[in-house]
């Protein structure tokens, strides 16, 4: 009973099913969990054990009378502080919004709450989620369970670090350039962008629409790609408050999910043509790539002719900073995280046709990258050029003994904002030190079936829900 903690959603899901555990039996364990490791990680802001635990026990009473419903019933979740709930402080990381608690839950946390799942609490983030890592003026140093020396990238940092650390099971989080991917890669675990509109974005913080609308994702954390298909099971479809959000009918993302890639074919590069990677993850993404010709797919390395879309992406982030708060720089200046500041301040020197142009070079990036997914149905990458490194750096200045840009560090994840498309990230090897690296599964436009299908498949041959950090 004491090691509830390491079960799959999945698992607890059964469990629960057959009445071989409580709800409130998985909440106190994992609430005891979040005591012992959360202030050595800081991974949680803002924690309802009170609430939780009332839920739980209501759950229980439910199970008692026959009337448990819901596909994740009784199953512990966490909301990364971007993403509003109701009556649970949702601060963006932000001393602007330290004491800020929504009137409404944003529609992926009703979906969850219908579906059963407990909310837990709020996970840390950077401030509005501007950079891949996770610290932030409001809420100190998120670290990586792996090495807490290490950060555990971001954005959606903290929501990482609790899944891989036993935290609870599933953890909503969000990515605008990679902060789904890059903290799952750091952290040992999985992490899916879907496709955009595929879970719908409402309400949003005024003045971050433009942003948020058009290269943010909400996604799964999740130990196992089965916990992820469990979940966008119930966080997708269609909702007319997003007018992004994708039509058609619900996907049966758990039932498909286990068969198999045979007869795919997979385009692979460590480059991209124009990022610097360090050996260490190319060799680990080399290795994984071979796993995938044994699943009976046809795989075949590939050089691109793809220009960097560094200042575009850049212009466009800061722009729409820029748009959502530069009016108040002069008054918060101090006070907020001095990288965000700078990027507000690119923002604000901007013009309306720097912003076109940056729009336009978005759709010429598609135009070349579009005829390359007629032919292939997958492309792997590295999820990140690095391993992990020290807290306190936003980004790595050298990458194999190169200078390099700071949006090298997201070379292989922000693209795939820029174009839509879902992309996932799965743990494919550990350095000697202990420290995981991921593999990035990046699917046609809409086919987030087929990223998930070969994620399971990677996963069932080369697993990694037994390796846990040392933490606690």
């Not at 990381?93 to 839950?105: A, I, Q």
């Not at 369970?145 to 670090?161: F, I, R």
Request: hydrophobic content about 40%; proline content about 7%; overall charge neutral.
């Amino acid at each position: 009973m004491d090691e509830l903690w390491k079960l799959s959603g999945l698992e607890l899901k059964t469990k629960i099913g057959l009445k071989e555990i409580k709800p409130s039996e998985v909440m106190e364990v994992v609430l005891e969990r979040i005591e012992k490791v959360n202030p050595k990680l800081n991974a949680f802001c803002t924690l309802d054990p009170d609430s939780a635990m009332a839920q739980a026990r209501k759950a229980d009473d439910l199970m008692a009378r026959g009337k448990a419903r819901g596909l994740l019933f009784g199953i512990p979740v966490s909301i990364k502080d971007l993403i509003f709930t109701k009556g649970i402080r949702t601060t963006f990381g932000s001393k602007m919004h330290e004491n800020f608690v929504p009137e409404r839950d944003e529609v992926v946390v009703e979906r969850l709450k219908a579906a059963g799942a407990i909310i837990l609490g709020k996970t840390t983030t950077c401030e509005f989620g501007y950079k891949a890592v996770t610290d932030s003026p409001l809420w100190g140093i998120t670290r990586n369970p792996w090495d807490l020396q290490m950060t555990p990238a971001g954005s959606s940092g903290g929501a990482a670090a609790a899944v891989a650390s036993g935290l609870g099971p599933l953890a909503v989080g969000s990515d605008g350039g990679g902060s789904i991917r890059a903290p799952a890669s750091f952290c040992g675990i999985f992490g899916l962008k879907p496709s955009r509109g595929r879970i719908p974005i409402y309400p949003l913080l005024a003045g971050w629409e433009a942003l948020d609308r058009r290269l943010a994702h909400l996604g799964p954390l999740t130990r196992t790609v089965a916990d992820a298909a469990l979940m966008m099971e119930v966080m997708t479809g269609s909702d007319d408050r997003d007018p992004l959000s994708l039509p058609g009918k619900k996907i049966s993302f758990a039932r498909e999910l286990m068969k198999g890639i045979r007869g795919f074919r997979i385009a692979w590069s460590t480059d991209l043509g124009n990022t610097v990677a360090d050996p260490l993850v190319k060799e680990a993404v080399e290795s994984a790539v071979q796993v995938f010709s044994k699943l009976g797919a046809r795989v075949e390395e590939i050089k691109l002719d793809s220009p960097p879309m560094h200042d575009a992406f850049q212009l466009l982030f800061a722009a729409d900073c820029a748009g959502a708060i530069g009016n108040r720089l002069e008054e918060w200046k101090d006070r907020l995280d001095r990288g965000l500041g700078r990027l507000i301040e690119i923002g604000l020197k901007a013009s309306a046709a720097d912003y076109a142009r940056a729009v336009n070079r978005c759709h010429d990036f598609w135009d070349r990258l579009q005829p390359f997914f007629d032919q292939y149905h997958l492309l792997l990458t590295p999820t990140l050029p690095v391993t992990p490194f020290p807290t306190g750096i936003d980004w790595p200045r050298e990458v194999a003994g190169a200078k390099v840009h700071p949006l090298n560090y997201l070379a292989f994840t922000y693209p795939f904002n820029l174009t839509g498309q879902p992309a996932a990230s799965v743990p494919c090897a550990w350095t000697t030190d202990g420290l995981p690296i991921g593999l990035q599964i990046v699917g046609r436009r809409c086919d987030d079936l087929s990223v998930l299908k070969a994620a399971a498949a990677f996963e069932e041959a080369k697993p990694w829900r037994g390796k846990w950090p040392k933490i606690g």
